[in-house]
């Protein structure tokens, strides 16, 4: 067995018994989950898999989803137009805040809060709806390298309850931030948050945009490399909700979390690693996947100012 994997082993060992945390709820159908999943999968850029747990556990992206349609707003329009769209500031506030929305330009602060991935999502290209969901799920299956499905009672169970969500839409339209057809943009947002993928595709989403936007394994192109900087760096800043801070701090890649419970990390040039553990804290983070990241962090000097010897020794 491998160093790297034995290393996993003992982590999830470790992890597993933790009781803190509780499964998302304000989304009736994500409550179902089992508080006792637990899976962690590393993915290398040269095509390595290493998984432990309940890597082939199928569950909802939720805001992860969030990373992947911003790299294709990217491609429909460019660095510019979207900036004057959606900016790349992190707010300090929860994820489903719309304080900031109602101050200043109106603009949503950054694409990996709620009101910024509405208005991202909103900007897709496409010949309809139909057209928009199935780019983006064309999209993400080229990262994941299969076909992906959406979980059709997390979508209804959302769309049902997403109240929040829906005030942000119409605080947006208001300020003629997002084109009136809001029940569309919302539609397409709450299918994107109910994709479903595993621990392992997450990983390999996460080594695709450590590898250039190149799929490690089926060697397809996923997003154009010149927006894989954009991408890695609001995950950076804002992808671990109103804890971006000390997960940059201590753990040190960039990273996005959702409240499904599932965790990616990508070390670029290296690998992409994914934990999924469904109970969170308060923030919205899976309370077993910080552990995890910033024990791998630690032991594989992951951190990218980390400029001792040895860096990332688990991935070449
Ligand atoms: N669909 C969820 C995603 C939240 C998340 O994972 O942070 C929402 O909009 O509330």
Redesign the pocket.
């Known amino acids: 067995m491998s160093e790297l994997q034995a290393f996993l082993e003992k982590l999830h060992h470790t992890y597993a018994a933790m009781e803190q945390g509780e499964v998302a709820a304000y989304?009736p159908e994500l409550s179902k989950a089992n508080p006792d999943w637990f899976g962690i999968s590393v993915v290398t850029t040269d095509g390595q898999a290493f998984n432990v747990g309940d890597t082939e556990q199928k569950f909802t992206i939720?805001?992860i989803s969030k990373l992947f349609s911003y790299g294709l707003a990217l491609e429909d329009h460019g660095r510019e137009i979207l900036l004057k769209k959606v900016g790349v500031e992190p707010t300090g506030d929860p994820?489903?805040s719309m304080i900031r929305l109602d101050e200043g330009s109106h603009r949503p602060y950054n694409p990996m809060i709620?009101a910024g991935a509405i208005a991202t999502t909103s900007l897709l290209k496409g010949d309809g709806p139909t057209d928009k969901l199935n780019r983006l799920l064309k999209m993400l299956e080229r990262y994941t390298g299969h076909d992906v499905f959406i979980d059709m009672p997390t979508f209804i169970s959302?769309r049902a309850t997403?109240h929040r969500?829906r005030a942000m839409a119409h605080l947006m339209l208001n300020f003629g931030m997002i084109d009136k057809d809001i029940d569309a943009a919302l539609d397409l947002y709450?299918q994107q948050?109910a994709v479903m993928v595993t621990c392992q595709d997450l990983a390999t989403m996460a080594a695709t945009l450590a590898n250039h936007g190149q799929n490690p394994i089926t060697q397809t192109r996923a997003v154009n490399e010149d927006y894989v900087r954009d991408i890695l760096s609001v995950m950076y800043t804002c992808g671990m909700y109103n804890r971006a801070g000390e997960w940059a701090y201590r753990v040190g890649v960039p990273a996005k979390s959702?409240?499904?419970g599932g965790i990616l990390a990508v070390i670029p040039g290296k690998a992409g690693i994914a934990t999924f553990s469904p109970p969170i804290d308060d923030n919205?983070n899976s309370v077993r996947g910080l552990r995890v990241f910033e024990a791998l962090s630690k032991k594989y000097n992951l951190h990218m100012f980390d400029l001792s010897m040895g860096r990332c020794i688990f991935c070449i």
């Open positions: 989304i939720q805001s994820f489903n709620n959302e997403g969500n709450f948050c959702g409240v499904s919205g």
